[in-house]
């Protein structure tokens, strides 16, 4: 079964805006991350949040987790035309420390 | 402060080729993955390898895939007798020894089409 599949597909905002993805996924995590992809580039991490915390941030990201409903969010707030990218959740089942399992992503376009 | 290196960034195969992919983990990195993205998908993992020792490759396809990571020199990803179906992204990320898997820093992949 697929793990970490993000909602919505794609999002389309305006610069200033800001942009929430959400992640949802099946089995019990040891963490999840979340990353951005730019077009035909590699992925770069953005975030871990572990399975015993609810929030975190880092700059303009808000990170949330909810392992009851197996859901976690992603805020970008005040968003800018370099934020243009996919987003990928990814998570780390428990019991292991290294194997990501990512969802298909949300492409973000934000329009200057 | 290189990143991870991935070469050729592009790749052109011919059906029944073999195909490599070269990735350099990053300085102080001993642990590598190995990671596919089909288009408008999300990365599937392949393989974690060690210096000289594969941990992990229990998503490789079981025919025509492997992967070596030397004590000298990058790690490799080979495709033997390459179909249209291993047209894709392949990604390698690294991690420190003392950070296993947490973050991964991704090369920016090498993309493999299958004429």
């Known amino acids: 079964s697929q793990q970490g599949e993000e909602d919505p597909q794609a999002l389309s905002i305006q610069e200033g805006e800001n942009a929430t993805m959400n992640c949802s996924y099946k089995?019990?995590?040891?963490?999840l991350q979340w990353y951005r992809q730019n077009s035909g580039r590699g992925l770069v991490h953005l975030i871990l949040?572990?399975?015993?915390?609810r929030e975190k941030h880092s700059g303009r990201l808000r990170v949330t987790l909810d392992t009851s409903k197996k859901s976690s969010s992603l805020l970008i707030t005040a968003s800018r035309a370099a934020d243009t990218a996919s987003y990928f959740c990814?998570?780390?089942?428990?019991?292991?420390?290294?194997?990501?399992?990512f969802g298909k992503g949300t492409l973000l376009t934000v329009n200057p | 402060n290189a990143g991870v290196m991935q070469n050729p960034r592009h790749l052109v195969r011919r059906r029944g080729q073999e195909a490599r992919l070269r990735c350099s983990p990053m300085?102080?990195?001993?642990?590598v993955y190995w990671y596919r993205q089909l288009p408008e998908e999300g990365l599937k993992f392949m393989v974690y390898?060690?210096?000289?020792?594969?941990?992990?490759e229990s998503g490789m396809p079981k025919e025509r895939f492997s992967a070596e990571f030397p004590k000298e020199g990058p790690s490799i990803l080979r495709i033997q007798q390459v179909v249209r179906g291993d047209s894709a992204a392949y990604f390698c990320?690294?991690?420190?020894?003392?950070?296993?898997?947490?973050?991964?820093?991704f090369g920016d992949g090498t993309r493999l089409s299958i004429l």
């Open positions: 949040i572990r399975s015993n915390e």
């Open positions: 990814a998570t780390v089942p428990r019991g292991s420390n290294y194997k990501l399992t």
């Open positions: 089995t019990s995590i040891n963490n």
């Open positions: 990320a690294s991690s420190p020894p003392d950070r296993v898997g947490q973050p991964q820093h």
């Open positions: 390898l060690q210096k000289e020792n594969i941990i992990d």
């Open positions: 300085k102080g990195h001993s642990h």
